[in-house]
């Protein structure tokens, strides 16, 4: 089984344990949401973690694999797309996530894209939330 195909079952069964084994431990998240990466593993598993209460009725619909650029370092590495539909507070939201891997197939590199823009603000609002909740982020001045 590819680390692709594990990473899918992973989300799917929503193990954090088997997520965690295909991981870096300098991975780098490139959200829909955030200008910055989310980065290290610890960080990226505690927005797993968050992203899985969050998503309803989340699914893999379609993959494609290859090479591709990672944004960390301009390096051409082993890549999958996944395609996915879920919904988040009423909205449905369309997306992908590129998965970059390192030379041991593990995960380097993780950049999700999601549309409708409509559906990118609630998600973003949704996972906030979460990460204040679970104390990984402080809570944005003013709220």
Known sequence: MTTAERFRAAVHSRDLAALDDLFTEDI????PVKFTPFEGKPMVLGLFGVLLRTFEDFRYVGHYTGAAETSADGTESPSA????RTTVNGR?????DLLH????????EFTVMVRPQSAVHTLGEAVLAGLVAD???????GA
């Open 28 to 31: 780098r998240l490139y959200s």
């Open 81 to 84: 797309v996944l395609l996915f």
């Open 92 to 96: 449905q939201i369309h997306g992908i």
């Open 101 to 108: 891997f390192d030379d041991d197939g593990r995960i380097k």
């Open 135 to 141: 104390g990984l982020v402080p809570a944005p001045a």
